[in-house]
């Protein structure tokens, strides 16, 4: 984010201050050559004058200042300085402004030299004295002269305006035309970083969100690349469409209906509760979509009928604000990056739509159509990656509050199967276990029952036994009354196939119930796996309590595994489980292929002091 900041202050600076650096250059310049003539100007009245028809002319205005917005859409404009050279050596100057469709140049010195020169945004870069977005004119200025300098300026559609227009030496205009296009890089080199991330987003994810984000972006693109002339890397001549700024209102209803389409998916627009404005950004997309091809068709400059389009734009905006204030509402978190990122491309589109009355001129109000785009692309590609690690997490914690279903699930089942094996099978083996023995007592006399009915009692005994540890093992009531400590040793202190060593050093642990219950499915749920999985003849079980944290270890001298190649199965994802959902603890796990498992719990005491 910092650097960020840094890279913005600098694309600020160096788009807003070029004429301030430009108008210290040239009055530098202007002190050299003795010249403190102002431009002076004069409108075509609807017929196209020549230059020598120009000349004799004297209804001339002076200009006060840059930049400046002439009233006229349809006429063209002549300018007119005279420079002076006082030195005895010849001397050379660069007159440099952007954004013309056509300037025609024309000079005159005191020998009545005649010269001229054209350039504009319908000439192809590379026939331009300087390839370049910005427009430079030679003049030549002979030795102790003075030279007369007549721009003819002629935009078709847009507003003739000039931002600047500067009078530079050789050198300071190369460092000029430079420290400019370094924003512009800035602009395109981060524009198609962000076109990349798009691309790589909706390939991996295939999701509309992403599709729509690099439409505007790829928009975004295209305009910013056709207003500063790099469509003449591909073509020789700047086709109709281009010339009457056609593409331009086209690009621009596009990318308003692409950026509400992207708005709803970002912000997370419930379809259902905002059915009915949905629907209606649909009839204004239809309405503006239906609009441009009428036009069009009629051959028409979509420039004079921009007034038709701004409501509907307007309209789409206000819906999309609409669904911003819902999501706010909902406290939605990334929306506030959305409306970090929208407001100050609004504000340059209130530029826009004013721009008859606000006196702010085209040119410079592309360079704030490139700031506010940087901005607003930047953040929503902050935000969509919040979004993505919003939505992973919420995935996440679904899948977590899934589990513990399932685990809940399970416990209540193995709760159920335990009372009925206790309560109905575990009866039911005793009373028949009850019949045969008065069975016996009535019918054999003392200790001369057979022996087959003295194994069948016996067996039901046994069986007995075998229910009510089944019964317990699923659920372990016992502890109650055994403790955790007695309970481990108790069944599993005395088995042989695989081998347990218990250890439980330090004074006997008085655990809260809860504790004690989870800590003894952990050992049961380990020692499953490893009798499972392991082929281990060795299995040791290790708990121990300190002043701040309580360990389980569980350590077997099995097989192992791959920690990399390996994911959780159901035995260690519900060990996992107990162990830092249900306890607040953490799990290691270490295993390699040969080298036995091990698997640490540790639960600090502050946490069992909570969960008691």
């Known amino acids: 984010m910092i650097r960020f900041c840094i890279i913005l202050n600098l694309f600020i600076y ?7 650096q430009a108008n210290e250059a040239e009055h530098t310049l202007l002190n050299r050559n003795q010249t403190n003539d ?132 050789p050198k300071d205009s190369i460092r000029f035309i430079k420290v400019g296009e370094i924003g512009y890089n800035i602009y395109f080199g981060g524009l198609l970083l962000m076109i990349l991330f798009s691309i790589i987003l909706f390939f991996f994810f295939q999701e509309r969100l992403y599709f729509f984000y690099l439409c505007c ?34 690009l621009t209803t596009l990318l308003n209906i692409l950026y509400l389409l992207f708005a709803e998916r970002y912000l997370n627009v419930d379809t259902r509760k ?19 091809i009428s036009l069009i068709s009629l051959k028409k400059e979509l420039f004079y009928y921009r007034t038709l389009f701004y409501p509907l734009f307007g309209t789409n905006t206000l819906v999309m604000y609409y669904h911003l204030t819902r999501s706010i509402q909902k406290k939605y978190s990334p929306s506030w990056y ?49 979004r993505f690690r919003i939505e992973r997490t919420n995935a996440q914690i679904l899948q977590q509050e899934l ?41 054999f006399s003392k200790n001369e029952s057979p022996p087959d009915f003295q194994k069948t009692i016996l067996s039901l005994e046994q069986t007995y036994k075998d229910v009510r540890g089944l019964s317990h093992d699923l659920t372990p009531q016992i502890l109650t009354n055994m403790g955790l400590v007695e309970q481990i040793r108790e069944k599993y202190g005395f088995k042989s196939k695989p081998v347990f ?14 504790i004690e219950l989870t800590l003894y499915k952990i050992v049961n749920e380990a020692v499953l796996n490893i009798i499972k999985h392991a082929n281990a003849t060795e299995v040791g079980i290790e708990l121990s309590q300190d002043q701040k944290t309580l360990k389980l ?60």
């Not at 100057?93 to 024309?106: A, H, M, Y």
């Not at 300026?153 to 030496?169: F, G, M, R, T, V």
């Open 14 to 20: 160096f788009l807003s201050g070029l004429p301030a």
């Open 38 to 169: 102002q431009w002076i100007m004069l409108e075509e009245s609807g017929k196209t004058l020549s230059y020598k028809e120009v000349v004799r002319l004297n209804n001339w205005k002076s200009i006060e200042k840059f930049p400046i917005v002439f009233s006229t859409r349809s006429n063209a404009i002549w300018l007119q300085k005279t420079l002076y050279n006082t030195s005895s050596a010849r001397q050379s100057v660069r007159i440099i402004t952007k954004g013309i469709d056509s300037l025609n140049t024309f000079c005159i010195n005191q020998n009545n030299q005649e010269k001229t020169f054209v350039t504009g945004k319908f000439i192809p870069l590379l026939n331009r004295y300087v390839a370049s977005q910005f427009l430079v004119i030679p003049v030549d200025l002979p030795a102790k002269s003075q030279t007369r300098v007549f721009l003819r300026l002629y935009n078709q559609s847009y507003h003739l305006s000039l931002p600047y227009l500067q009078i530079l030496d």
């Open 217 to 250: 972006l790829i928009c975004s693109f295209i305009m910013a690349a056709i207003y500063n002339d790099f469509y003449y890397l591909i073509i020789d001549k700047a086709p109709e469409f281009i010339r009457n700024k056609n593409i331009f209102a086209v």
């Open 274 to 292: 905002s059915s009915r404005i949905i629907k209606f950004s649909r009839v204004i997309m239809g309405i503006l979509i239906l609009l441009l």
């Open 338 to 386: 959305f409306l970090v990122a929208t407001t100050p491309i609004a504000i340059v589109s209130l530029l826009e739509i004013t721009s008859d009355f606000n006196g702010v001129p085209v040119q410079t109000m592309h360079d704030f159509y490139y700031i506010g785009t940087f901005i607003e692309m930047f953040f929503l590609t902050i935000g969509i990656v919040y």
């Open 403 to 443: 589990f513990v279903t399932e685990i809940k699930t399970q416990d209540r089942e193995r709760e159920r199967i335990a009372k009925d094996l206790h309560d109905n099978i575990g009866a039911s083996i005793v009373g028949v276990q009850y019949q045969l023995l008065e069975f016996a007592e009535k019918y």
């Open 501 to 514: 060593k218990l250890s439980m050093p330090g004074e006997p642990l008085h655990l809260p119930a809860f």
């Open 553 to 612: 270890r569980i350590e077997d001298n099995g097989i192992g595994f791959n920690l990399n190649q390996h994911k959780y199965g159901m035995g260690l994802s519900n060990i996992r489980f107990r162990a830092e959902s249900q306890l607040n603890g953490t799990l290691t796990l270490e295993s390699s292929p040969g080298n036995g498992t091990i698997i640490l719990v540790k639960i600090l005491i502050k946490n069992i002091s909570k969960k008691s």
